[in-house]
């Protein structure tokens, strides 16, 4: 056995500190992970040929497919509404600030669900879609509802409609985080408020706006299933089709499921470069390199 | 040097008339009558609080004045009058009178998801319509008279705050102003990378660009200044050439200042 100097030469050598509660804890839940996993596979009252049937069956694949459609589709329109009503609560203008808050307020304080059934049944309040001059003869356009608004139709309406007025909230949380010194910069250099906000401000805003945006499409991915309701064949909707007819409710379940999980996973990746890609500029290695004197040597890298 | 350009003849590159400006019920800025020359370099010393940094912001109308005029060359700034009556400007109409009256500032305020060339030609580009390859190699001439040519590509954090500041002094020049306002634009730094954004200054002052510097250093005023004005309480106490305000100051106030910070 050697024994240490300290003479200010060499690394500190110590023995390090065990944690044998861990190993103990790993071992424990192995153990509850693994008999449950067993218990899903043994029991008999699961019929497993059904699960390995449908899990890649046509029909499943579709819905997914149409569910991941409807997600993105539903957050694209969501995010351009919701970053102009963003704008529009913020500005100087208090009939715009009116209208936003309006919309906001509206489309939080009442339940997704009853919104999504409200745009299904469009037709019976209005059974023909008019578009003309009021109070005159004059009409344009004169279709009935149901031919104009589909299922799918109505469906992306209330979830992209209603994921608007929360995402309104994220997008105005990242601009109030943007320093103001920024604008007044812009400003400065003639910039109109407009390319201001577009080339200065959200992109800076991005790094706040893009992890909370994450949890909202993934929340968004599940609430499509609630499209059951007016009968879009999304993956819910074909898995419950499938389970009224077999009533294999918890293999069709667990079918979704497992679906639902894969896509939430896979859907996790472009959070991740989106990330990266407004974190120029601020990442941490950067500014530690600030911090210890050396400034950069190999250019603009991220 | 001011002399030889306060000629009666040319246009004042900046008239201000009885400028006051409230916060509230706080007036910052009680009359402020300032005259700046074609190329003159005018330091505003003062306390904190005595009304120089607001007064720098109004002649951008960074910060709206509520009485008197403020005239950069002919043109009065943020407001269009008609009949006698000043009319509010169109934000779009501020924006084009901005272009030519560059401004530095205490925090530097470099867009820091770009880099420091990205800075530079972001205006030029998106403002003067400049295509990208022109803004490009003026820009770096830009970053080579500051002395940066070799952190083009470094992002704002990448840089010293001494460094991040000549790029935000290039950004200013890169829009070719008539007119630059520095707002306290070495107090935020570490003394030891004051002297290189100070020798920037100097050689701009040099080539005979119109500045107006809200500052702490005596000694750069004392060196480059034309004009020194002393501020304090809103007012315009005392103004002169460097020689008469800091050296042989007449007013108590002014006094008292300067043995505060020298």
Redesign the interface.
Known sequence: MSVQTNDGQHDVVAVPLRHPWRIVWAIVLLLLVGGFVYSLVTVDTIQHDLIAKYLFSPIILQGAVLTVVLTVLSMVIATILATVLAVMKLSDNPLLRVIATGYIEFFRGTPLLLQIVFWGYLGIIYPHIVLGVPFTSIVWFDQPTATVISSFTAGLLALSLNEAAYAAEIVRAGILSV?K??S??????????W?TMR??VL??AMRVIIPPMGNETISMLKSTSLLQVIAVSELYTVANQISAQNLAQIELLVVAGFWYLVMNTVLGFPQRYLERR?G????SE??S??RNGK??VN??HV | MADTFSSATATPMVRALGVRKRFGSNEVLKGIDLTVQQGEVLCLLGPSGSGKSTFLRCINHLETINGGRIYVGDTLIGYVERGGVLHEMHPGEIALQRKNIGMVFQRFNLFPHLTALENVIEAPVGVSGLSKTEATSKALALLERVGLSDRANHYPSQLSGGQQQRVAIARALAMEPQLMLFDEPTSALDPELVGDVLAVMKDLAKSGMTMIVVTHEIGFAREVADTVVFMDGGVVVEAGSPSQVIENPQHERTKSFLRSVL
């Not at chain 1, 120029?280 to 990442?283: C, E, L, S, V």
């Open positions: 320093d010194g920024q007044e910069a812009a400003k400065s250099l003639g910039m109109k408020s390319y080339r200065i992109p800076q407004y120029r500029g601020f990442d950067s500014s390199m600030l400034g950069a250019g603009g």
